[in-house]
């Protein structure tokens, strides 16, 4: 058995200004995803400006901020929801904004992704297929600010590594946080990144990105404790998390289908944006323009 290490959630106080260490994951998650994003728009053919990429960071913020909050209150906090909304959704509450949704953050995303978009004049799914690749990072980084607050713990367990945490009791437990971290932050970060470093059909990259987190997901229920406003939420077994991750693991089998069935180019490079540019055809002189005007009559 493992102690669990007794860490501070505050990082700094300075003087009304409380800074916490899960903040400060979330801003390192924002700034390597950043850094990485540009660095993949600045491959050969990606199709994409490093100048673009603040934007689109911008957009994807406000997405996992916003709908991880919005979704942590429709999901798992819905009779706080419902019986005092106001104080729910208010961050200087007694309740602040304690809690984000993975699976909120992700559809607040996806309506980023969508302005993002619309904006300038690419597709969903070349804005999602060039981002998935670097979301896994940003995934890990929240699972040590779980960690360190000493929050989403697994379930009691007799294994070697289990950890005691405080206040869940005095068994010991799986340390869900770190198996979260390294399934999120480094095996889901390899395979995506890896199948994405060669051309894929559009929509294929983001359709590996959903199956393989929807599948890991659905897995590391069984050995984390079920939410206490939830429980399980049927067979004596299954979690909203479950239940949440089951269809991505359909949509993610969809996408990669329709990516390979359609034969689509790579996602890589919107039409608007790509590097190669068209010559004009040369205005016809001549005999020759005389005989090219004759046939179009």
Not at 55 to 64: N, P, Q, R, T
Not at 105 to 110: E, H, I, K, Q, T
Not at 233 to 249: C, D, K, R
């Amino acid at each position: 058995m493992l102690q669990y290490p007794d860490i501070n959630p505050v990082a700094l106080e300075l003087g009304p200004l409380t800074i916490h260490w899960y903040g400060i994951t979330y801003l390192f998650a924002f700034l390597a995803g950043w850094w990485l994003a540009k660095w993949r728009a600045n491959k050969p053919g990606s199709g994409w400006k490093p100048d673009e990429i603040g934007d689109a960071v911008f957009y994807i913020v406000l997405g996992v901020i916003l709908g991880g909050k919005i979704g942590s209150l429709l999901f798992y906090q819905t009779e706080l929801l419902f019986t005092q909304p106001l104080q729910a959704l208010n961050p200087f509450s007694q309740y602040g904004w304690r809690g984000m949704s993975f699976h909120g953050g992700f559809l607040g995303v996806l309506v980023a992704f969508w302005l993002y978009a619309r904006n300038t004049n690419r597709t969903f799914f070349q804005v999602a297929d060039f981002f998935a690749p670097v979301f896994p990072i940003g995934l890990g980084a929240g699972r040590i600010g779980n960690f360190i607050n000493g929050e989403l713990y697994g379930r009691i367990t007799d294994v070697p590594w289990g950890m005691v945490f405080p206040h869940a009791g005095p068994e010991p437990r799986h340390p869900n946080q770190l198996y979260q971290f390294f399934c999120e932050g480094v095996i889901l970060f390899l395979i995506v990144w890896i199948f994405s470093s060669r051309p894929r059909p559009l929509k294929a990259v983001s359709g590996m990105f959903v199956l393989v987190y929807g599948i890991y997901r659905f897995l590391i229920e069984f050995v984390r404790q079920p939410d206490a406003e939830l429980g399980f939420i049927a067979f004596n077994w299954l979690t909203m998390g479950q239940l949440l991750s089951f269809p991505m693991i359909l949509v993610g089998l969809y996408l990669l289908y329709s990516a390979y069935q359609g034969g689509s180019d790579s996602s890589s490079v919107p039409q608007s944006a790509s590097p190669v540019t068209a010559t004009p055809p040369s205005k016809p002189t001549g005999r020759t323009g005389k005989a090219s005007r004759k046939r179009k009559k």
